[in-house]
């Protein structure tokens, strides 16, 4: 409490009163640990927030391997989104993979005057001639949405002229107060055009969706390959390493798994009301939040032999990794951190660190809601202001040809009831009292917490990792593991700790200051300004 | 590796594909970066400036400050001058920068907000200073955005007082820290005193210390650019990056400008040398002649192996030429020069260095991208690649050396600490392309044909 | 490549396979060059000669002059004091050094000519020295050489005149020019006055200017050498080349002497400007503090690519030891360290540096060669190979990254211009191992795995 | 002839009188061309030349890629001899090759006091052990000769031990006066202990051996291509490439070819004895010396289809390379060279440098004879000196089984009054009058002539090619052909005359004066001490 004070006490009295209430010391308010979130950062805080183009094209819609993605815009927003996340994918025999490549518009002056449409157009045509693609996406970008583009009409044109699939998402950077906009917007697309449009023959009846995995570092992968050796079948990853055919056959799951809850909550609950798959918020991150979620999974689907095929899997997963992890433990016990990432890691990341001793000291979400720090619970009182109005929200009703339920009403009721399926407790519930949570932490913010709370490694983003590190924190990025990975599951937890320890041990630190900063000036006889 | 890339020519007027340039703030925020205690502002909705920074961040892996107006949808229909002024009055409250440089983005241009009515309408602290430059996405590229934002700090504070400082005002164009420190070394050697902006050096290449400073000691300091109008001569480097600040200093405060390019490779660094050596009665110390005989020894020692291979360069305009020109000194063939940034001047000035140099069969282009660049060496394969990261799956497709230079290395380390200017980059580049080559041969010789004398 | 090198190990006793050392006159020549005016002289048979010229030119591309006393059958039975007396005549006449360097041979040691009888005997101009080094191949290596030569100089010609000359002597160890020059601008930059001895650089990294120089610019003068022995310290890099000469120097004019480990590396650079510093009154400059920095800095930011990293190194003593400990500096593992040169020290300072940083099973041998270092890898491999042009073939059978550094490098260019010491020799040493590394991950990744950032 | 004076009158009447007899100004003496070679080098004249160890183990012994070579010795001389010179041997199927590596006995001083027989032995045991050659060559260098060894007798032991091939050679390197003494070492040793050993069924009677071809950078793969294409089967070369059983059966052939005269007349005069094979002096280095000696050899086989298949090679080796000649013509015609090379190529390489337009103005071998100089007319007239009489000289007979020749004893004798074989004219006859002739041309000599001659081209070896290059003057090698190749036959003209126009036309030259040498220093009103 003292510590955020000390941290607070700089502002003036505006961004005080802002800044305040998305802070929270864990344990010690009388708020009940409430907090504010995905409200807008005020101008001229050194936000490390993206923009709603980011949590669309970058986020959701970018790991899609076979859609090709046109960002309508200028030249940066392609430019920078462009292999820049690592969302990896295969290219399967006779699937496109477009990957490597990065489409865009490139907007002229004369286009944002006279209006960008016809060179969109061009541009598919473009398109089609080269590259001949399946499926084409269309990304507006800030003055797209000014200038009054209708990028809508020119998909339809483009599903019309060619027999594709086209889908416009309208995701100019400015909507919204985050990069979490767009995971809305790329969400309600996803959902009207290519979710349930599948009819791919699936016999395994353990069959699932994997939403909110986005394969970074392969991640995704490892989850997959883990489901797979226990007897499932990932029907669709949303959107890590998937295909549209993948994608469009989701609705066939039998269950659909929620890992980053805050970019795919939106598709996990209209996918239940369409098509009758609940949804189970799982954590692969961490050996013991993976073999629970492993457990829940196989509880969900109550086959003894499934369960029993889990716990073998469990048993020698874990044999395979112990002598690292029991190494890891003794040289990262006692750690502290602070996490400070996406809409769901912070959170996950808790566990992680909790499997090799490292105590979470301060966690905060980049674009998380109210849900993800307290709990589902909170829904009902959160009220909407004007940014997030402007997102439209769509409903579904019951699908009645694809609608088919895995359990009884009842059974998923009970579950439900039992928080198995269709709830996300949120962070805070597993953050100890004394620690903090905050919400669009600053670049001001890390400064000062990194400098009173000392802890041993941050947890962040490019942006400041080497902020933290200039400050003599060891800083890993955790929104690209530092182009390491996977770090989900039982064996990514190994690659995580030695990623950690290796970082922590780096001789070089001890070397940061100079030994003449410490030994006292002799009085020499040689040199200086006399002699020379 | 990038399978969909044919070689068949295939004209196309819209559709970019695999860009090799990104837009104009970028390189607003990096010339702001130079500047001693400057914030650099990005006016605009928020992810601009994250991706901005993330890619600063991602070449130099330094921290790459900045701040934002983050627009809201509201701001988007009613203009940003509220979030300017916000930005402004928390930036000064909070992070105490000696000045902000606001730079517009895509969005801001396009619902037209008059940045200069809005500065002038903000209650600035005093000794404290907020510059702006327009730097619209939709024009130009991120050099041209260095470009605008290097002559708005001139334009807001160089001030000629009729007295000269006895300085030469350097204009070094988007080069790293690395380069800048190599360019003020040789005017340093040469005994010529200079205000060099901006200047990136202990920013952008900062040490560590143990204690993050938001202003690193290094940039150009207010009162220097202020004193710039006092300068003798302005020597701008790159034609495409620095003329306009170099004609904004004279149109201001009448500081005649001389344009060079930038100085990679001999002559490069002779006209260089040259420019400086016209200031002063001193001759070239030898320490520079030594380097430069050095440096022409190693290329004579080492033309077996660079002669007659071909080369395809990408990257920034100015950079690229230099480049070219290096190589051409190294008798190698600059077969595709290829840079995103638009203008005629690329072209014109590529043909003149083939003509030169006695080339015939090169191609060069603006507004190029690296989808067409591949087409090309696909229909003629070339020996050696050189430019950023980007050109690192194109170097895989067609399993071509590689060398990085230039913007951005998002994929490797060290580079933005190293010159490739001045005779001293000179040799680290022979080093790197020579390295390339002879590595390559090495892999590709049978057993019997591998050798322990080159 | 090397298909008979099994892993399996062998207690060989006889047989040398694949040298990691050469012979010593070989060293004594490169320490003669790195005087001004001195012509090396090799007394003994003139392929002694011819075989020393063209290695040290193929690892310098750079002219070795040195003259031969051409033994035939008839001086290897009668003593060869004819043919130096000759020689001493007709080098005088047609090549005019200033002085004459003469090393001898396995030959003329074998015979037993008694060199300073010999010298003695010689009539040398006015003005003009001769001096000499006994330097018998089958004893130490070439490290040996550079050292007795060194020492040999100081015996010949440094004086203590009761007067201090307020000057650091600084013995370099067996370095590249470019080292030479790194070291010494340090010094400069610390404001300490200094005389290096040898000092090639200026001479096997001289410029081309047109016009070939018998005796180019370069070196340690006569003068000079005579006025080492009024320096006030003697600072020797490397206990294993330079211990021997600045002891000369101490038993013939009292000139304390402290034993450096090569500056290579933060630690041991450090060590180097502590010293410095212990001498004079003046701070450290910042310029020295921020190159540190930075040197840290970039450690921080590569430790992913390097840590745990097994290498292997071989070359010569007092580098192999230096690189070894910036790897661990690194955070890299110094799995095997390997040098030619006898002496029981190496492996002692080796094992000390093991445990100062906690490395266990690392291995480290002197007197070994590169055929038992192929052994070891073959057992457990390693991820990187660093030293000199030889390894090229381990590195090619075992296909493990490569990284050329030390002595002697017969197959790149412009090696000997650029520093590995210093913390500016960090970073392109850091860059050279960083890119190595880096550079095999992306030829190693899947396709779905090669990236765009790192 | 001034040129010439001026470089002597440097000189002191000693080294002036010496060096006067190794220079002869062509078609301008009176002293018919008379040159003195193969004698001593003054002392402390900086020469090129090497030691007799270089020539028998560098240059003869060095290429047999299977045979084991032990340098006995202090390490430098095996160190110096591994790797450095570019003959090249492919590995063939069940053949060893131990190009890779370098076995010394390294020496110590102990060996030096105690003697090296010892550890000679023990390292032929561990080569055995270690390697299990068919063949161990032992090289003796400077002090063993000194110190007593017997490796001869450790030879012989060692072929008893182990039932191997081993054969010793004392090579000291103070023996002789050059390389050359090297060559002959080799050659005896070769000559007694292997040609004539082999029984490999030649079924070709076109077949020959190809001497003194050491294969650098590949020329005797190319001359061996050109035959074969004719139709002609290369038996043995000696000794680039080849394997201990190609030079076994040398004895089989009809024809010796012989390209390096000087390393390798003495087999090849001992092997006509023996074998009645006669040898040919040919030159495939330039296009008209290759024709010249396709023909040739053809004239000897005298056979009308092979003289017809002669002629289409030719025809179509000439059309291949046809369109490069020209174009190097015309880079490089009117330019002027020096030659400075071994015992044959000074010779050998005018005549492709006359294929281009380019003039030689100056040649000199750096171990040659005055037969390689004057022809083998003038092999009566030498009088051996005590530096060669040191050398051992052998003695052959006609062997009873082996002994066969392929032309009637007259058809030879009118072909060897022809000249066309047993006879080498030496370089003079094909050297202008006005250009010179210099032996063992030193650094001074070789400073002063570049000076005063300004050859466009300087062909040397390494170390002095930067001595050329500093002085403005472009050096390539012509021992090691600066690591290009091969430059025999057709093809290698073109790879020659495109390195020495890459050369000539590198642009680096152009840098070499610094702007500011040339322009005028302006009184500049910035910098400079007052300003600083």
């Known amino acids: ?532 | 590796m990038l399978d969909y890339t044919k070689k068949e020519t295939y004209d196309r007027n819209a559709l970019r594909v695999n860009p090799a340039k990104t837009c104009q703030p970028v390189g607003a925020m990096y010339a702001a970066l130079g500047v001693h205690g400057c914030m650099p502002h990005s006016h605009g909705s928020q992810g601009c400036c994250a991706f901005h920074r993330m890619f600063l961040t991602r070449h130099f892996k330094d921290p790459a400050m900045a701040s934002s107006s983050s627009f809201t949808e509201g701001a988007s229909v009613f203009g940003g001058g509220s979030n300017l002024k916000t930005s402004a009055k928390n930036l000064f409250d909070i992070y105490n920068p000696k000045i902000i440089a606001v730079h517009t983005t895509c969005l801001s241009e396009t619902i037209g907000d008059d940045l200069n009515a809005l500065i002038q309408g903000i209650d600035i602290p005093e000794g404290k200073y907020m510059v702006h430059t327009n730097t619209p996405s939709y024009k130009g590229s991120h050099i041209t955005g260095f470009s605008n934002m290097t002559a708005s700090f001139i334009q807001y504070l160089s001030k000629a007082s009729g007295k000269t400082n006895r300085k030469v005002a350097i204009l070094p164009g988007f080069v790293n820290p690395g380069d800048m420190r190599e360019m003020k070394r040789i005017a340093s050697v040469m005994q010529i005193p200079y205000t060099m902006l901006p200047d990136t050096s202990g920013v952008m290449d900062s040490p560590m210390t143990g204690k993050f400073e938001l202003y690193p000691k290094g940039g150009t300091k207010v009162e220097e650019i202020k004193s710039l109008g006092d300068c003798e001569l302005t020597l701008a480097f790159g034609k495409i990056t620095s003329e306009m600040p170099a004609e904004t200093l004279y149109k201001k405060c009448n500081v005649p400008f001389k344009i060079l390019p930038l100085p990679i490779g001999i002559g490069r660094t002779d006209e260089y040398i040259m420019a400086l050596q016209s200031l002063t009665k001193a001759e070239v110390p030898y320490e520079l002649e030594e380097e430069r005989g050095q440096l022409v020894d190693i290329l004579i020692d080492i033309h077996p192996y660079t002669y007659n291979k071909k080369v395809a360069i990408f990257g920034d305009p100015d950079t690229v030429l230099s480049l070219a020109e290096f190589v051409l000194e190294m008798g190698m063939v600059p077969k595709y020069l290829v840079t995103g940034t638009p203008g005629e001047y690329f072209q014109t000035a590529a043909e003149d260095l083939f003509l030169k140099f006695g080339m015939s069969g090169c191609k060069a282009k603006a507004s190029g991208d690296l989808y067409e660049l591949h087409q090309w060496i696909k229909e003629e394969g070339v020996d050696l690649l050189i430019g950023g990261t980007h050109g690192k799956y194109i170097a895989r497709a067609e399993d071509i050396p590689f060398v990085r230079a230039g913007f951005p290395i998002i994929d490797r380390y060290i580079h933005s600490y190293l010159p490739l200017v001045g005779y001293k980059g000179g040799m680290r580049l022979a080093e790197l392309i020579t390295g390339a080559l002879m590595d390559r041969m090495d892999r590709d010789s049978a057993e019997e044909d591998f050798e322990m004398v080159m």
Request: proline share 3%.
């Open chain 1, 1 to 532: 409490m003292k510590e955020m004070n000390r941290v607070l006490d700089h502002y003036n009295s505006k961004v005080y009163k802002n800044r305040k209430e998305h802070m929270v010391a864990v344990g010690n308010n009388d708020n009940n640990n409430e907090i504010l979130a995905n409200v807008r950062t005020i101008p001229g805080i050194i936000t490390q927030r993206g923009c709603c183009y980011a949590g669309c094209k970058g986020v959701v819609l970018g790991p899609i391997k076979d859609a090709f993605i046109i960002t309508h815009g200028p030249i940066g927003c392609a430019y920078y989104s462009w292999g820049t996340r690592r969302h990896k994918a295969k290219k399967g025999e006779g699937e496109d993979n477009y990957l490597q490549y990065c489409f865009s518009t490139d907007l002229q002056e004369s286009d944002i005057v006279f209006g960008g449409e016809k060179k969109l157009k061009q541009s598919i045509e473009e398109a089609m001639d080269l590259f001949h693609p399946h499926t084409i996406f269309i990304c507006s970008t800030c003055p797209v949405g000014l200038i009054g583009d209708d990028i809508h009409a020119v998909a339809k044109w483009a599903e019309k002229e060619y027999g594709i699939k086209c889908i416009a998402f309208s995701c100019e950077g400015y909507k919204g107060v985050s990069q979490s906009a767009g995971h809305h917007i790329a969400n309600n697309q996803l959902m009207k055009y290519v979710i349930g449009e599948g009819d791919r023959e699936i016999t395994n009846k353990y069959s699932l969706n994997l939403l909110g995995e986005y394969n970074i570092g392969g991640d995704g992968w490892e989850v997959e390959r883990l489901l797979k050796r226990i007897g499932y079948e990932v029907i669709s990853t949303f959107t890590g390493g998937s295909s549209m055919d993948d994608l469009k056959n989701s609705h066939q799951a039998n269950l659909s798994l929620v890992q980053c809850h805050r970019s795919i909550n939106y598709i996990a609950e209209l996918i239940e009301t369409k098509y009758g798959i609940p949804w189970m918020k799982i954590n692969f991150i961490g050996v013991e939040g993976t073999i629970k979620s492993l457990r829940d999974i196989a509880k969900y689907f109550n086959d003894p032999a499934l369960t029993a095929r889990t716990e073998a899997v469990i048993a020698d997963e874990l044999d395979f990794i112990e002598q690292d992890i029991e190494y890891y433990k003794s040289k990262l016990k006692g750690k502290t951190a602070a996490i400070y990432v996406g809409g769901s890691r912070a959170h996950h990341y808790q566990f992680l660190l909790n499997d090799f001793g490292v105590r979470t000291i301060l966690a905060g979400y980049e674009f998380g809601h109210r849900e993800e720090y307290e709990g589902r619970e909170v829904l009902p009182f959160i009220k909407p202001d004007a940014d997030s109005k402007n997102i439209e929200s769509i409903t579904v009703e019951p699908d009645p040809k694809k609608y088919h339920l895995y359990l009884s009403e009842e059974d998923i009721n009970k579950l439900k009831e039992e928080k198995l399926i269709g709830y996300y407790g949120g962070m805070v519930k597993d953050m100890k009292n004394g620690t903090y949570m905050v919400d669009d932490l600053n670049h001001f913010e890390t400064e000062e917490f990194l400098k009173i709370l000392k802890p041993d490694i941050f947890f962040s983003g490019i942006k400041d990792k080497f902020v933290a590190q200039k400050a003599g924190v060891l800083s890993r990025q955790l929104h690209s593991y530092d182009y390491s990975g996977p770090y989900s599951c039982f064996r990514g937890a190994v690659n995580f700790a030695r990623d950690i320890a290796m970082g922590i041990y780096t001789p070089a630190w001890s070397y940061v200051k100079a030994p003449w900063k410490a030994a006292p000036i002799l009085e020499g006889t040689v040199g200086g300004e006399e002699a020379c």
